[in-house]
């Protein structure tokens, strides 16, 4: 019987560990640098091109950060700001190096893929990293293209999460020919006109009458995702929002905006809140939605209605305009009634918490550690409890 209470505690101990190593296998690229001021210009780059968000969607990374000082100098060189992604992706490696890993390079050196090389805009071989031990226990790194010349050493681990994510201090930028090329920017979008002449003109021109267009389109370069409601029920809603003041009108208007590019399978693979450009840092003043993936379909909840993306007007990185079947009404601005009501009567947010946890950039809660806190309803959680049914069944 002892014996019998010894195994089960030990199988007890062991799913406990598998269950805690599922859990801190995920994690938040711009929450690790977030605890490092020095790497404050780096993690907001990281963001601005859209990187923060690959680089959390992948399970096994390398992440060589660099600090500010070295950050002003690539800034130095007024790149845009497309052509700073494919340098920054030539810093984010396809595979784990921890510091033990690169002291303890087979043969002294290796070649590994970078995220530039997995975009297909690097030419050739130029979107790989030579990593190479040297004299005194150095460690360079240098691309292909760069004839041997190691342009960064390793300064310092940052954060490791075996095997998941390294996130490592490079001493200065790993200079490349072939990233740091000019990249051309997309069409000039005139996103008035490109809401007016595919179904959503009434739209268009509230945001052109309350004149804050302008903060639309100064948010196109560096990334804007727009959900713009049809004419029919924008002229359905007008009642309403005429009865709001001017300022409920410009927030209502900016809670149509995200300020980042979300294409649709990005939007499909969320399930959380998300913040909008009338987000402001106030506790009551939240002026997020969650969105849904119901199969097929992208919803888009606020606690007073839910829409539905119906189409795309735009999806071309750095911009996406979609279609949705709604005015989104947020709940700061009108009552909280039952989801899908077309009858919410305007009046004051009921302020209710959506949750005690920090949102990442993909809508999931996370903790400061910069590990995701797993839904309850994930699929270790279930394993974990049918496991210790089986230990003490």
Same mark, same amino acid.
């Given at each position: 019987?002892?014996?019998?209470? =010894?195994?089960?505690?030990?199988?007890?101990?062991?799913?406990?560990?598998?269950?805690?190593?599922?859990?801190?296998?995920?994690?938040?690229?711009?929450?690790?640098?977030?605890?490092?001021?020095?790497?404050?210009?780096?993690?907001?780059?990281?963001?601005?091109? $859209?990187?923060? %968000?690959?680089?959390?969607?992948?399970?096994?990374?390398? *992440?060589?950060?660099?600090?500010?000082?070295?950050?002003?100098?690539?800034?130095?060189? $007024?790149?845009?700001?497309?052509?700073?992604?494919?340098?920054?992706?030539?810093?984010?490696?396809?595979?784990?190096?921890?510091?033990?890993?690169? $002291?303890?390079?087979?043969?002294?050196?290796?070649?590994?893929?970078?995220?530039?090389?997995?975009?297909?805009?690097?030419? /050739?071989?130029?979107?790989? *990293?030579?990593?190479?031990?040297?004299?005194?226990?150095? +460690?360079?790194?240098?691309?292909?293209?760069?004839?041997?010349?190691?342009?960064?050493?390793?300064?310092?681990?940052?954060?490791?999460?075996?095997?998941?994510?390294?996130?490592?201090?490079?001493?200065?930028?790993?200079?490349?020919?072939?990233?740091?090329?000019? *990249?051309?920017?997309?069409?000039?979008?005139?996103?008035?006109?490109?809401?007016?002449?595919?179904?959503?003109?009434?739209?268009?021109?509230?945001?052109?009458?309350?004149?804050?267009?302008?903060?639309?389109?100064?948010?196109?370069?560096?990334?804007?995702?727009?959900?713009?409601?049809?004419?029919? @029920?924008?002229?359905?809603?007008?009642?309403?929002?005429?009865?709001?003041?001017?300022?409920?009108?410009?927030?209502?208007?900016?809670?149509?905006?995200?300020?980042?590019? $979300? %294409?649709?399978?990005?939007?499909?693979?969320?399930?959380?809140?998300?913040?909008?450009?009338?987000?402001?840092?106030?506790?009551?003043?939240?002026?997020?939605?969650?969105?849904?993936?119901?199969?097929?379909? *992208?919803?888009?909840? !606020?606690? @007073?209605?839910?829409?539905?993306? !119906? /189409?795309?007007?735009?999806? =071309? =990185?750095?911009?996406?305009?979609?279609?949705?079947?709604?005015?989104?009404?947020?709940?700061?601005?009108?009552?909280?009634?039952?989801?899908?009501?077309?009858? %919410?009567?305007?009046?004051?947010?009921?302020?209710?918490?959506?949750?005690?946890?920090?949102?990442?950039?993909?809508?999931?809660?996370?903790?400061?550690?910069?590990?995701?806190?797993?839904?309850?309803?994930?699929?270790?959680? +279930?394993?974990?409890?049918?496991?210790?049914?089986?230990?003490?069944?």
């Amino acid at each position: 019987m002892m014996l019998s209470l =010894e195994k089960s505690s030990i199988s007890l101990f062991l799913l406990l560990f598998l269950a805690i190593t599922t859990i801190s296998s995920a994690h938040n690229i711009s929450l690790i640098l977030a605890k490092h001021p020095e790497f404050s210009t780096f993690n907001r780059y990281l963001t601005l091109t $859209h990187l923060a %968000s690959e680089i959390n969607r992948r399970q096994t990374i390398t *992440v060589c950060a660099v600090n500010n000082a070295a950050m002003g100098d690539l800034l130095d060189k $007024h790149m845009s700001i497309y052509t700073l992604k494919n340098v920054l992706s030539l810093h984010v490696f396809a595979d784990y190096f921890g510091s033990k890993q690169l $002291h303890r390079i087979t043969k002294g050196t290796t070649l590994t893929a970078t995220l530039f090389q997995a975009t297909g805009e690097a030419p /050739g071989t130029s979107g790989y *990293v030579n990593i190479t031990n040297m004299k005194g226990k150095k +460690v360079g790194f240098a691309t292909e293209d760069n004839d041997g010349h190691f342009s960064s050493n390793f300064v310092k681990s940052i954060q490791e999460i075996p095997y998941n994510i390294s996130v490592i201090q490079l001493s200065n930028i790993i200079t490349s020919p072939a990233a740091e090329a000019p *990249v051309a920017a997309p069409a000039d979008v005139d996103l008035i006109d490109l809401m007016s002449k595919k179904g959503c003109k009434e739209f268009a021109k509230l945001l052109q009458n309350t004149q804050i267009s302008k903060q639309f389109i100064d948010l196109m370069e560096n990334g804007l995702t727009v959900f713009c409601p049809i004419d029919k @029920v924008v002229n359905n809603f007008l009642p309403k929002y005429k009865n709001l003041t001017k300022n409920g009108q410009i927030s209502l208007l900016l809670y149509h905006g995200i300020p980042d590019y $979300h %294409s649709l399978g990005m939007l499909r693979s969320k399930n959380g809140f998300i913040n909008t450009m009338a987000t402001t840092k106030g506790k009551n003043n939240k002026y997020d939605f969650s969105i849904k993936n119901d199969g097929d379909n *992208v919803k888009l909840e !606020t606690n @007073v209605v839910t829409a539905k993306i !119906t /189409g795309t007007l735009l999806d =071309e =990185e750095p911009i996406a305009v979609y279609k949705i079947d709604k005015v989104l009404q947020p709940s700061e601005l009108f009552k909280s009634q039952s989801i899908n009501s077309d009858n %919410s009567a305007m009046g004051p947010s009921s302020g209710a918490d959506n949750g005690d946890g920090d949102s990442n950039d993909d809508g999931e809660t996370t903790n400061n550690n910069g590990g995701m806190i797993m839904n309850v309803n994930g699929g270790w959680f +279930v394993t974990f409890v049918l496991s210790i049914g089986l230990v003490f069944g």
